[in-house]
T-cell receptor, first 110, second 114 residues
Framework: RKEVEQDPGPFNVPEGATVAFNCTYS??????FFWYRQDCRKEPKLLMS???SGNEDGRFTAQLNRASQYISLLIRDSKLSDSATYLC???????????FGSGTRLQVQP | EPEVTQTPSHQVTQMGQEVILRCVPI?????FYWYRQILGQKVEFLVS????????KSEIFDDQFSVERPDGSNFTLKIRSTKLEDSAMYFC????????????FGPGTRLTVL
């Protein structure tokens, strides 16, 4: 069973659309959650941390459901520059390592 | 904004050769990491380093791998005898001692083993 599972996509959406990604994680002891963004052949860059109460950063909203062990990311008013792979990332309690999902690819089209 | 830097950006080597990948973490960070990403696959954890010792390592990080912090700024990953399957992007990351575990990644070194 994959530790962090994501729909690989691609999600092809027009500019201005709202798009949502989901991610599930298998370890209930996971304690920190993040969305990273990765452009082709570049390093992962932190998009936002995910908190239990849900959090928003501009056009981006992240939600965490601990009971169901899933995390979501909502992007409103998509821009061409949002085209990237979105990585769901989890840190398990007591571990230093981050565990990455395989990523969901988003392509925003003009 | 402070950044993690890595050199070289691309390393080509022959199978069986030793390579050293170099990283300069963000200056006030205390925890250092190496990850790798084989082309088309997910990012995988290799090793974490704190207080001049390995604090955690994955199954991938076998005896062929070693890490070192030779001075106050550099953090290196050595692969003693490279294999074809070591071809990947290698990312260095660092974080502060805070509890949020936000790790900041360097731009990566693309290692190609021929």
């Amino acid at each position: 069973r994959k530790e962090v599972e994501q729909d690989p996509g691609p999600f092809n959406v027009p500019e201005g659309a709202t798009v949502a990604f989901n991610c599930t994680y298998s370890n209930s002891a996971s304690q920190s959650f993040f969305w990273y963004r990765q452009d082709c052949r570049k390093e992962p860059k932190l998009l936002m941390s995910v908190y239990s109460s849900g959090n928003e950063d501009g056009r981006f909203t992240a939600q965490l459901n601990r009971a169901s062990q899933y995390i979501s990311l909502l992007i409103r008013d998509s821009k061409l520059s949002d085209s990237a792979t979105y990585l769901c990332v989890v840190n398990e309690a007591g571990r230093r390592a981050l565990t990455f999902g395989s990523g969901t690819r988003l392509q925003v089209q003009p | 904004e402070p950044e993690v830097t890595q050199t070289p950006s691309h390393q080509v080597t022959q199978m069986g050769q030793e390579v050293i990948l170099r990283c300069v973490p963000i200056s006030n960070h205390l925890y250092f990491y190496w990850y790798r990403q084989i082309l088309g696959q997910k990012v995988e954890f290799l090793v974490s380093f704190y207080n001049n010792e390995i604090s955690e390592k994955s199954e991938i990080f076998d005896d062929q791998f070693s890490v070192e912090r030779p001075d106050g700024s550099n953090f290196t990953l050595k692969i003693r005898s490279t294999k074809l399957e070591d071809s990947a992007m290698y990312f260095c990351a660092s974080r502060t001692s805070g509890t949020t575990d936000t790790q900041y990644f360097g731009p990566g070194t693309r290692l190609t083993v021929l």
